[in-house]
């Protein structure tokens, strides 16, 4: 192309013939970066008025990387700081305000709480771990405690050291894992109260489990630096990955999409999420950095709008991302940000949500400077007060799709959906029963769980030195009153010879 300039021709000219000439898609071209449109873009987190959060709360101060938090439709209940043995707090959500000091715990564990977690299909049952090396399940009575709570539903023994997590199955009723600083995932079918298998194929400590939908996977991240998918009815191993230059701390299965995703550490320190193939883990898809700070990233996935939530350990922020299943996988959206930092957080289920304020997430945020749970909603802006059908598609309820001996036998099937537009129906209310059950050896596997297995610290040798006191001290009660026992019989068959009618 050529442009012939003549005396009158000018600078405007000479523009307008290459503007006349230029091909269209040099035209299209833009130095202004290209955002992908998302009905989600403008989500923003809205803090609970102060009235709307409860005060009051001695959250713990253990530095266990957990949430010390779990939160249902009707309870909110959080790990607390205690002197002796470990406990923890249930509060009825309507009941926000100051909490009172002498307010009623949960406080049967010997040792530090670790984890809790309620049951998906049962409101009102609790699983909790601890330091004591037991999981207990708790039946929480209508309209929250009354007094404080010492006796277990169910005790569980089966670790030789203390549980650090804890996850109900996704889909299946009265199956819950267990994850123990032995190195071991034990699966308890909690109909018959017992484990019924066991995954020992970690050489560290466990440090989080993740279920894929139908939870037919599991995938767990170790201090050993692997990331695990694991068929967990066999124990097989069906992908492994060995993080050298991303060391893994959280795992999330990310719905359906045959992708997870993992927050953790970068060769140079600093914060970084990783995005993988759960058929491939030779190598993420894809790594991005976050920033420098030093806090654990937690992630949080709600496959209902493919939107994933990081929030750091000790941070006030909570970033926000659209996943997608074709490139650029990761389109950040927004930041929520706060001045006071964040020890855990809680995350309601779908049905607990506010469909009519077009509420998507909500997060309990623990504040331990402050003592405060407050509460965090993450809203999608509408004009419209009619229901939303595309930010609330059928999303996993409350009724379980399999029975522990379906899902041990093989079966694997997708969660039982329902709908949010007409609120919240609950469905036929399912009772726990606890299975009575005997003392005896724990056997999985052809191991004995409960053998003596040697302390490796102090407070181990310490915990293990009183627990058999106590045994001693129970084994002499019982030994002196079957003494007593046996002089009375003694005594009444004296009595029975030198009677008159056996002269």
């Not at 266990?64 to 938090?69: E, L, P, V």
Request: net charge neutral; aromatic share 8%.
């Amino acid at each position: 192309m050529t442009v012939t300039k003549t005396p009158s021709s000018c600078h405007c000219c000479v523009e307008m013939v290459l503007a006349e000439h230029t091909c269209l898609p040099c035209q299209r071209m833009s130095w202004r970066p290209q955002y992908r449109s998302s009905k989600f873009r403008n989500v923003y987190g809205k803090v609970a008025n102060r009235e709307h959060c409860f005060d009051g709360i001695p959250i713990t101060k253990n530095v266990h990387d957990n949430h010390f938090c779990a939160v249902n439709a009707r309870f909110l209940a959080i790990v607390t700081e205690s002197a002796g043995g470990g406990s923890f707090l249930v509060i009825p959500l309507e009941q926000t305000g100051r909490i009172e000091p002498n307010y009623p715990k949960v406080c049967g564990h010997q040792g530090n709480v670790l984890d809790i977690k309620w049951n998906p299909f049962i409101d009102n049952i609790i699983a909790s771990c601890s330091e004591d090396t037991s999981v207990r399940i708790w039946e929480i009575p209508e309209g929250g405690l009354k007094r404080n709570m010492t006796e277990a539903l169910l005790e569980l023994h089966g670790h030789s050291r203390r549980v650090g997590l804890v996850e109900w199955h996704p889909t299946t009723n009265n199956i819950l894992f267990s994850a123990g600083y032995d190195y071991k995932v034990l699966i308890w079918n909690l109909d018959v109260g017992e484990p019924v298998k066991m995954i020992d194929c970690h050489s560290d400590v466990i440090l989080c489990m993740s279920f894929n939908t139908d939870g037919s996977l599991l995938t767990t991240t170790c201090k050993d630096k692997k990331l695990r998918v694991i068929e967990p009815r066999s124990g097989r191993v069906l992908q492994e990955a060995n993080c050298k230059n991303h060391r893994v701390n959280r795992v999330v299965f990310l719905g359906n999409m045959k992708r997870l995703l993992t927050t953790g550490v970068s060769r140079w320190n600093t914060r970084q999420i990783a995005l993988w193939d759960q058929e491939d883990l030779s190598m993420p898809l894809i790594e991005e950095e976050i920033d420098g700070l030093s806090g654990l990233l937690f992630p949080f996935y709600d496959a209902d709008t493919h939107m994933l939530y990081l929030a750091g350990k000790g941070d006030g922020n909570i970033r926000y991302y659209e996943i997608s299943t074709e490139k650029p996988y990761l389109s950040y959206l927004m930041e929520f940000r706060s001045p006071a930092p964040q020890k855990g957080l809680g995350v309601m289920p779908k049905h607990g949500l506010d469909v009519s304020a077009c509420e998507v997430f909500r997060f309990y945020k623990l504040v331990t400077l402050k003592g405060l749970i407050e509460p965090i909603s993450m809203i999608v802006p509408r004009r419209s007060d009619s229901y939303q059908e595309d930010i609330y598609p059928m999303t996993p309820g409350t009724e379980p799709a399999l029975t522990p001996d379906e899902w041990l036998g093989g079966i694997n099937r997708d969660p039982v959906l329902m709908s949010l537009k007409e609120g919240y129906k609950k469905s036929p209310k399912m009772v726990f029963k606890a299975p009575i059950k005997e003392k005896k050896s724990v056997v999985v596997n052809g191991i004995d769980l409960l053998e003596n297995v040697p302390p490796r610290t102090e407070n181990e040798l310490l915990r293990m030195f009183f627990r058999q006191q106590d045994e001693i001290r129970r084994l002499k009660e019982e030994l002196a009153q079957k003494d007593i026992r046996i002089r009375q019989l003694q005594l009444e068959l004296k009595n029975l010879r030198n009677s008159p009618k056996n002269c």
